[in-house]
Each structure stands twice: as structure tokens, then as C-alpha cells.
């Protein structure tokens, strides 16, 4: 089904051109070399995705049956709509019972699902999100659009958080982990406009270590 994006346009802006004053009181050089950073990343990281991808194609007939990939529409910069993609970790939703208080269908993660969890390597195919300019390696995580629908008007600072590229890894995420209803997403969303305002190199590196640490204790959502 296609995304209908008709809310955005009514959602509240005095948020976003605050950010965007603070946006701007960043050194530029930063900013224009952020893009060609990505690039590179992503274009490094290739060869790993191949190999996990077929890595996945000879394991998951046996413990994860079905697609090798799973794709859903996100919300990304200044609220446009993109495909992302990930590994698939769940069954089929078709004909799938859905669990009692299991809102996440935690019930249909796969046992291999549940390990590329863990390490964040369903995360993976994202990298061609980056390639093509929908994310970068870097800030605040893109949710998924339904949730952008009933954020982006209970949450004042939510919408301002799309100024910019959504990231693989980011502020809020190895702050805060995984945020679920409308108080941890407000708090949420304010980690990631404190990482627009103070974005910086160093604090890229700082993230991509924090990110590491979680993947080494296996402790991913």
C-alpha cells in the first residue's frame, strides 16, 4: 500500500526552524563533508553485506524460511518518505497468529532472526539506503510512517528531527535504545536534537564506538 503523506503538511513548524537556526551554527565544513563520508563508509561495507547476504541465502532455508530481505517505508529528511531495508528476522505476518500482549510480535522473530538482532546485522542492507542518499551512517533513526503520523503531532521537537538525514546509528540509540509510546519518544527526539546542535566528528566517532560496545554485548534491539 502506498504511503499517503497527506498529514505531513499540517504538522507544526516553529520546531523545525528552531533547529535549523542551531543547524546552521554549525561549522559548514562538516556538513558538506558529511555526504562524502557516507559514501565512502558505505562503499567500504559492501563487501560485508554481500558476504552476510549470502551467508543468509545458505542458512535461512533451514532456520529463517522465506525472502532475504524485508523493506518498509520510512520518514526521512524534511519528511519525505523512502523504502528502507533490512534482513529478514520474522515469519510471514500472512496467516500468522498474532501473540496476546505482544505488541511487536516479538512471537514471530526467528531463531537466526533474533542473532542478527542481537548484532545488528539485519541493519545491514541499509548501507544502500546511504549509498543513495535516503540515510546516513550517522542520525536519528528513521521510524517507520505510521508512527510518524501520531508523533509528529503529540511531540513538538518531533518534527524537527527530520531536518537533516535519518542515521543507522545514532544519538538517541546508544543513549536511549529502542523507544516505544509518546514519553520515550519525546525523549527520543530531544537526543536527537541535541546531536543537531553539537554534531560534530568527534561526536560521530564517539557514537560509532558506543554503537560497537552494544554490538559486542550482543545487547541490540
Not at 503529540?154 to 544519538?171: D, F, K, N, S, V
Amino acid at each position: 500500500m502506498e504511503f499517503d503523506a497527506t498529514f505531513l503538511s499540517d504538522a507544526p513548524t516553529r520546531s523545525l526552524r528552531e533547529a535549523r537556526v542551531t543547524l546552521a551554527a554549525n561549522h559548514p565544513v562538516y556538513w558538506k563533508s558529511k555526504r562524502v563520508l557516507d559514501v565512502v563508509i558505505g562503499l567500504c561495507a559492501l563487501p560485508f553485506v554481500f558476504f552476510v547476504a549470502l551467508a543468509l541465502l545458505v542458512l535461512n532455508p533451514f532456520f529463517n524460511r522465506g525472502s532475504l530481505l524485508f523493506s518498509q517505508t520510512r520518514v526521512g529528511r524534511d519528511l519525505k518518505p523512502f523504502t528502507a531495508y533490512k534482513f529478514r528476522t520474522m515469519t510471514d505476518a500472512k496467516g500468522a497468529q498474532r501473540a496476546v500482549n505482544d505488541p511487536v510480535e516479538a512471537h514471530r522473530i526467528t531463531p537466526l532472526g533474533r542473532l542478527l538482532r542481537k548484532v545488528r546485522f539485519d541493519e545491514l542492507p541499509q548501507f544502500f539506503n546511504i549509498l543513495i542518499g535516503d540515510m546516513s551512517f550517522i542520525g536519528p533513526r528513521p521510524d517507520i510512517a505510521e508512527h510518524v503520523a501520531v508523533f509528529i503531532d503529540a511531540i513538538p521537537e518531533y518534527r524537527a528531527r527530520h531536518q537533516i538525514r535519518p542515521g543507522l546509528a545514532g544519538l538517541a540509540q546508544v543513549q536511549l535504545g529502542y523507544a516505544t509510546g509518546i514519553d520515550q519518544t519525546r525523549m527520543k527526539a530531544r537526543a536527537d536534537l541535541t546531536y543537531i546542535r553539537q554534531a560534530s566528528l568527534w561526536l560521530d566517532l564517539k557514537i560509532v564506538w558506543l554503537t560497537l560496545v552494544v554490538i559486542v554485548r550482543a545487547k541490540g534491539q
